[in-house]
């Protein structure tokens, strides 16, 4: 069954937009799935100026009676429909699920990103099966992103787990383990701050396509690959025991997600 996915965090600039591109490219690019990735962040959209995509018509015009089909566009295969930061027009964002309920036929994920605004979130995730959390390790991130988690929990849509991004000095941050302890929600991916995303974003190039020997796109291949059941192979520093115990605190926890794909498959 298709699902409509959203990656979610109340907290600004986390990293929603560029997750939600990249696990939309790497299940394109390496499990060959359909992908339609939606801009749903209706007040400040940007997946238009990371792909650059320079089109007329919007999501917006798709919620006020054009064609949804008319919105979508192509980019490093998979489609995509842009939103426009330009329109005027007064929209009701919670047609949202309407309008993609239609579309599930056609794909075989739908993948939302969103905006960090706590009223534009709440017809997002009635429109979402399913949601990612995105946080950074720290207190101030994380506490924000789970406010996102608490829509979710009152609007009984499923929260499939927390991807961790832009770790930068783990002495300094939460750990894994840390993050799950405090959330009660599995840690699905962890993605180091990156120098190479700065060339990412201003070649217009997701780093999955980029450079797929990167590390980012290792990580998000795994949680493609999970969210596609499919099994994951361990690195063999992985299996070096006298690691094991500092290993553990940043173990993600995919096997969860794998299991939750069969569950509603
Ligand atoms: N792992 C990473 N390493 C380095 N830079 C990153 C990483 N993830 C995201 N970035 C950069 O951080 C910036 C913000 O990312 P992004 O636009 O995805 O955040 P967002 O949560 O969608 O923001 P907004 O709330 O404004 O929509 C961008 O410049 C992006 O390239
Ligand atoms: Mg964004």
């Known amino acids: 069954m298709t699902n409509i996915l959203s990656f979610v965090s109340i907290k600004g600039g986390v990293g929603k937009t560029t997750l939600a591109l990249e696990t939309a490219v790497s299940l394109s690019k390496n499990f060959d799935k359909k992908v339609l990735l939606v801009d ?3 007040s400040a959209p940007n997946i238009g100026l990371y792909l650059d995509l320079t089109n007329d018509l919007t ?3 798709a919620l006020t009676g054009t064609l949804l089909h008319n919105t979508i566009y192509e980019a ?3 489609d995509v429909v842009p939103a426009s930061l330009y329109y005027h027009k007064e929209i009701d964002p919670f047609k949202l699920k309407q309008l993609l309920e239609k579309y599930k036929t056609r794909y075989d994920f739908i993948i939302l990103d969103t905006s960090p605004n706590y009223e534009e979130l709440k017809p997002i995730i009635a429109a979402s099966d399913k949601i990612f959390l995105i946080t950074s390790p720290d207190y101030v991130t994380l506490q924000t992103t789970l406010k996102a988690a608490k829509i979710a929990k009152q609007q009984q849509t499923p929260i499939q787990g927390i991807i961790v991004n832009k770790i930068r000095s783990p002495k300094h941050e939460y750990n894994l383990k840390e993050i799950e302890d405090i959330s009660e929600i599995p ?8 120098k190479k995303m700065a060339k990412s974003l201003s070649t217009k190039t997701p780093i999955t396509i980029l450079d797929e ?3 980012i796109s290792k ?3 795994k949680l493609s690959s999970a969210i596609c059941g499919s099994p994951e192979k361990n690195g063999w520093f992985q299996k070096l025991l006298p690691f094991k115990k500092i290993l553990q605190k940043q173990k993600v926890n995919r096997e969860f997600l794998r299991q939750e794909f069969y569950r509603s498959s």
């Open 40 to 42: 749903a962040n209706f």
């Open 59 to 61: 999501l917006h015009d």
């Open 76 to 78: 490093h295969g998979i």
């Open 187 to 194: 840690v699905l991916a962890k993605i180091h701050d990156h």
């Open 213 to 215: 020997t990167n590390t």
């Open 219 to 221: 990580e998000i291949e």
